[in-house]
């Protein structure tokens, strides 16, 4: 999973709907709509069984790759996020756009997840034994990565895969572990800025899967 999200002091939530998107070219037009959401001054969404879906409001843009499934997914988020993030920049280039967020997401698999987090990342004293055990964790660091400000936030998660045999039956396994979310922070003052820090995402993703795999828990 992943998400690009754009900061503008005027966004129009109101123009979002699928319509518009393929008319002008942001999504291909043969992608199938599984969410035509809603539509007004206020908030506006939509979502595309290719797993990109998109919601706006007034100050903030959200495009989300919706995946944690390796296993059934080939598609990656740098194929294709990045790209419709711009096209929806580029279609609207009068904005007044501020910041760029890329917020990538991973999942580690892990038995006991919460209890993992405190072992390895708090320091053992009172405040973390005996009745004063905590019973979940959610941990927040901040780095500076790839020259930006990154924050990086640690918690038990689960992530569910549905399957649907050829019988019709659908059959649901969940995974239980930690999910690792990111985000890179990029101040942008209008489109082009803007096409340019959304044009990192494919850098980010190589840094965050870097930061996971090797600096936070060594697993390749």
Request: hydrophobic share 40%; proline share 5%.
């Amino acid at each position: 999973m992943a998400m690009v999200v754009v900061v503008a002091s005027a966004h129009n939530p109101s123009i979002l709907h699928p319509s518009f998107l393929k008319a002008e070219g942001i999504v291909p037009a043969d992608w199938e709509v599984i969410d035509e959401g809603l539509s007004t001054p206020a908030l506006s969404k939509c979502g595309f069984s290719s797993g990109i879906s998109f919601r706006c409001e007034p100050q903030r843009l959200i495009v989300k790759w919706d995946s944690l499934d390796p296993e059934i997914d080939s598609a990656k988020p740098v194929d294709v996020l990045p790209v419709v993030a711009a096209a929806y920049v580029a279609a609207l280039p009068k904005v007044k756009y501020t910041g760029v967020g890329c917020n990538p997401i991973a999942f580690k698999e892990q038995g006991e997840a919460a209890t993992y987090l405190l072992d390895r990342f708090v320091q053992p004293g009172a405040w973390n034994s005996g009745s004063q055990r905590p019973t979940d964790a959610e941990l927040q660091f901040r780095y500076q990565r790839a020259g930006l400000n990154m924050r990086a936030t640690l918690s038990a998660g689960t992530v569910t895969r549905e399957v649907t045999r050829m019988e019709g039956e659908t059959h649901t396994t969940v995974r239980h572990g930690i999910l690792v979310r990111a985000n890179y922070h990029i101040d942008v003052d209008g489109a082009e800025t803007c096409l340019a820090a959304i044009g990192r995402f494919s850098e980010l993703m190589t840094d965050f899967s870097s930061y996971v795999e090797k600096d936070l828990f060594g697993w390749q």
